[in-house]
């Protein structure tokens, strides 16, 4: 029947840390940022994230951007300064892919100044579509922009123009691509005279004013034998050499749309 004496002890039990957070914004493209916005309590925590693609982070409210697309489930374990622990996990992450942005162009008159451009780009995936475009096609080009998918533009002159496109697929991810026209005013003589100027050379303006390059050209006898040749032609062919007579010429030169040949005749005429 004997008793001890009564002894106290004090037991503190510490609240587990609640978890909350919000992704911003819950479907994102290749390459966008998604911030995570943490609303856990208490904020003197620790952190740990996993964003269901092999990277973590410790950070309060990291950002993240994802490389490829998919479904990733996103998680987050806190503990307190206690050791009290908790959990959040697999808030799924929607990423979709980025279209791929290409464009076309047709020549409508070869010798003069209009085009036109056509979108010719892949929307990323077998589920989406292009569903935006934006055109710019440079300074003094009618229309200087488009929303459409195609455009028919006309250039004030000849020269290199700068076309840029920007696309957005059905999921808002979007793209951009530029393309460089070179509108060529190809106005090619069918007399020279040697030696007397004006006109004392094959001269064709557009490789005088550098918008042509890389240009061959090749002069023909009226028996069909070669007596000129030149992988790059610089209006330099003044029949040297050649009697009074019709030659055939063939010149050609490489444009966006391929190979490009003319040809025709040349007479040439001395005094």
Known sequence: GCMSGTTHKTITVHANPTVSFMPVPFEACIGDSIHFDNQSDPQNSTWSWEFGDGNTSTAFSPTHYYDAPGTYPVSLYVETPEGCENELENINIHIHPNPIAAIDTNW???AGNTLEFYDNSNPGSSTGTIADWIWDFGAGASPPTSSNNSEVVTYPGQGVYTTKMVVTNSHGCKDSTTMEVTIYKLQIPNVITPPDPPNERFMIDAIEE???????LVIYNRWGKKVYENNSYDNSWAAE???????YYILSFASPRGEEKFHGTITVLRE
């Open 108 to 110: 409508i008159n070869f």
């Open 210 to 216: 550098g918008v042509l390059n890389n240009v061959t």
């Open 241 to 247: 050499g050649l009697a009074e007579g019709t030659y």
